[in-house]
């Protein structure tokens, strides 16, 4: 079983920046697709950007532009870079690992756009 945890979520007024990232305990980290998505309150959990073990990336439509997910194999981390946050972008996000039909989710890191 792969641990994943998520950090560096807080408190961020509407137009500011966060930078998340997503560790997981795998020596084989390379070979794991990782998502993000987002749960606000009283809503089903949401997907926001994915990136493939080849670096690969997709995008919510309503995140393009805006976030930037990127890896770092050599620190097992996976980043999502947010800028130009919006209140709607407020909720829990959560870290996706995924590699040949397992999947594991960390616990998840608030944020939280207000001002």
């Known amino acids: 079983q792969v641990q994943v945890v998520e950090s560096g979520g807080g408190l961020v007024q509407p137009g500011g920046s966060l930078r998340l990232s997503c560790a997981a305990s795998?020596?084989?980290?390379?070979?794991?697709?990782i998502s993000w998505y987002r749960q606000a309150p009283g809503k089903e959990r949401e997907f926001v950007a994915h990136?493939?073990?080849?670096?690969?990336?997709n995008y919510a439509d309503s995140k393009k532009g805006r976030f930037t997910i990127s890896r770092n194999n050599a620190k097992n981390t996976v980043y999502l870079q947010m800028n130009s946050l919006e209140p709607e972008d407020t909720g829990v996000y959560y870290c996706?690992?995924?590699?040949?039909?397992?999947?594991?989710w960390g616990q998840g890191t608030q944020v939280t756009v207000s001002s």
């Open positions: 996706r690992a995924y590699r040949l039909g397992n999947v594991n």
């Open positions: 795998t020596s084989i980290f390379n070979t794991y697709a």
């Open positions: 990136i493939t073990s080849g670096g690969s990336t």
